[in-house]
């Protein structure tokens, strides 16, 4: 039997909904709506997209949007001052600068200058550190998104091998960080890793973070197994396509996402489910201050 399809965007308009609720139920009590700052530095085509998508949902749930939209040719100092800026801008509860960034700027600088309290990213090192201990807060969008794909399915995630195909910061690492939460045990695949085929073979989960358009084939796929796909790639038609060979592992999978329509719509609403967290946490410490 073909696997069932995770349907990524039916899950992101009910997390979208919810949060929409808790903001209207905030605002309602008196209390300002949350505010995203969305930074964008220069032009790059994809990122355009994204930044223009992240604002206009932001606002669709009655949030504030802050754009920010610098040249190019910004300076390393002038970005990270706007970032300190907004890190002391009470109406700004959320911050995110897109990336990538120019080859002038270095993107690790950029992260660490965020208020991890406003990090909604999720990729400040004490909000990585935090989820690496086990102690989440602030969690990177894209993995977490995944993650409630994962509990649509219903099913226990305790004990199942998942096996996370890529490395990066802003995916693969912080996605295997998640399973190891979920009580899964993980394996992290990469570009180094020997016999890829037998390690995804093993795995009753697979999360594919390559970057590859159907780089992971149907006889990769365990019967049953559950497979989340992050890519999104364009194909030689330039038509969407994700790092898996979708038609053939759904003939094996149990549950799988679809491209587009299944990881990509979840990342912007954890964005926003984030950013609303966020300033609940930063209302609960300014209570304590008092
Ligand atoms: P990246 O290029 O930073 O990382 C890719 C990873 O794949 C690396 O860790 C590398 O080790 C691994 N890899 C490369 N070749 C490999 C091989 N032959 N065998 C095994 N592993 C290999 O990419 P990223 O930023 O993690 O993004 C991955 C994909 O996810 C891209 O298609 C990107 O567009 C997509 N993405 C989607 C969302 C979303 O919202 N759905 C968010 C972020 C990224």
């Given at each position: 039997m073909p696997a069932r399809i995770l349907d990524g965007k039916r899950v992101a308009e009910q997390v979208t909904a919810e949060v929409r609720d808790a903001v209207a139920r905030r605002v309602a009590r008196g209390m300002t709506a949350p505010g995203l700052a969305v930074v964008q530095v220069g032009e790059h085509a994809a990122s355009s997209i994204y930044v223009r998508n992240k604002r206009r949902t932001t606002e669709t749930v009655g949030m504030r949007s802050f754009a920010l939209d610098l040249p190019a040719t910004v300076g390393e100092r002038d970005l990270l001052d706007e970032i300190d800026r907004l890190g002391a801008d009470?109406?700004?509860?959320g911050i995110l600068v897109q990336l990538?960034?120019?080859?002038?700027?270095?993107r690790e600088a950029v992260i660490e200058r965020i208020d991890p309290a406003k990090d909604?990213?999720?990729?400040?090192p004490y909000n990585v550190g935090r989820l690496a201990l086990g102690m989440p807060a602030l969690r990177p969008c894209t993995p977490y998104g995944c993650m409630r794909l994962l509990a649509?399915?219903?099913?226990?995630?305790?004990?199942k091998h998942a096996v996370v195909i890529g490395r990066s910061t802003i995916v693969g690492r912080p996605m295997a960080l998640e399973l190891l939460l979920a009580h899964c045990t993980v394996t992290i695949a990469h570009?180094?890793?020997?016999d890829l085929a037998d390690v995804v073979r093993s795995g009753d989960i697979v999360v594919a973070?390559?970057?590859?358009?159907?780089?992971?084939?149907?006889?990769?796929i365990r019967e049953g197994a559950i497979v989340i796909d992050v890519g999104i790639n364009r194909n030689d038609e330039g038509k969407l396509v994700g790092d898996v060979d979708f038609d053939a592992a759904r003939e094996r999978a149990s549950y799988i996402t679809p491209v587009p329509g299944g990881v990509g719509p979840m990342t912007i609403a954890t964005l926003l489910a984030n950013t609303l967290h966020a300033a609940e946490l930063q209302q609960r410490e300014a209570l304590k201050a008092l």
């Amino acid at each position: 039997m073909p696997a069932r399809i995770l349907d990524g965007k039916r899950v992101a308009e009910q997390v979208t909904a919810e949060v929409r609720d808790a903001v209207a139920r905030r605002v309602a009590r008196g209390m300002t709506a949350p505010g995203l700052a969305v930074v964008q530095v220069g032009e790059h085509a994809a990122s355009s997209i994204y930044v223009r998508n992240k604002r206009r949902t932001t606002e669709t749930v009655g949030m504030r949007s802050f754009a920010l939209d610098l040249p190019a040719t910004v300076g390393e100092r002038d970005l990270l001052d706007e970032i300190d800026r907004l890190g002391a801008d009470p109406s700004v509860n959320g911050i995110l600068v897109q990336l990538p960034l120019p080859p002038h700027i270095a993107r690790e600088a950029v992260i660490e200058r965020i208020d991890p309290a406003k990090d909604v990213d999720g990729f400040h090192p004490y909000n990585v550190g935090r989820l690496a201990l086990g102690m989440p807060a602030l969690r990177p969008c894209t993995p977490y998104g995944c993650m409630r794909l994962l509990a649509e399915t219903g099913e226990a995630l305790k004990g199942k091998h998942a096996v996370v195909i890529g490395r990066s910061t802003i995916v693969g690492r912080p996605m295997a960080l998640e399973l190891l939460l979920a009580h899964c045990t993980v394996t992290i695949a990469h570009s180094a890793t020997r016999d890829l085929a037998d390690v995804v073979r093993s795995g009753d989960i697979v999360v594919a973070a390559v970057g590859k358009p159907r780089f992971v084939q149907g006889d990769w796929i365990r019967e049953g197994a559950i497979v989340i796909d992050v890519g999104i790639n364009r194909n030689d038609e330039g038509k969407l396509v994700g790092d898996v060979d979708f038609d053939a592992a759904r003939e094996r999978a149990s549950y799988i996402t679809p491209v587009p329509g299944g990881v990509g719509p979840m990342t912007i609403a954890t964005l926003l489910a984030n950013t609303l967290h966020a300033a609940e946490l930063q209302q609960r410490e300014a209570l304590k201050a008092l």
